[in-house]
């Protein structure tokens, strides 16, 4: 058993020492790397697509409570464009461009597409004012009773014991 290890030792290191004198010599040669044109492929016009990678800026998501907002800025938004509609209608019919049944007739349309636009904004900002506030009642909820459970043990100072 003995012969045998010590044969695979001997034959472990001939074989190390050979494959160290096969390593060609390394020489003291200071090379300089090659350049960048050869190692990347360049083009004479910019990758469009990563530039575009690039210049995006990544946006973070709105809370609930800046989308809330937003319906509500666009609900802002319906109103202002239903009011410089309606004056450009009057405009319209009173510089004889169009005439009154016109004038009636885009005056309603305009007013029932407003409303329908301000009436899906409103109840979308409902629907999400009334999630927030459940969200917050369940969290005030939660917290109070974490609160009540909560169990204070105070120890007995040692000293009232020694005392009597």
Do not use: C, W
Request: avoid cysteine; proline fraction near 6%.
């Amino acid at each position: 058993m003995r012969l045998r290890q010590l044969l695979i030792a001997i034959f472990t290191l001939t074989i190390t020492l050979n494959t160290a004198s096969a390593q060609p010599r390394e020489k003291h040669i200071q090379a300089e790397p090659p350049p960048l044109e050869k190692v990347v492929r360049t083009t004479a016009q910019p990758d469009v697509m990563l530039s575009d990678v690039i210049a995006a800026k990544p946006e973070m998501p709105l809370s609930p409570l800046d989308v809330l907002k937003a319906y509500e800025m666009a609900m802002n938004l319906v109103v202002e464009k239903a009011s410089t509609d309606f004056s450009a209608i009057a405009q319209a019919q009173q510089a004889n461009q169009i005439s009154r049944e016109q004038a009636e007739y885009l005056l309603q349309e305009t007013y029932q597409v407003a409303m329908m636009q301000f009436q899906m904004l409103s109840a979308l900002h409902d629907v999400l004012k009334y999630d927030i506030d459940q969200t917050t009642e369940q969290t005030k909820r939660s917290l109070r009773n974490a609160n009540a459970e909560t169990v204070l043990v105070v120890p007995v100072p040692a000293s009232s014991f020694g005392s009597k």
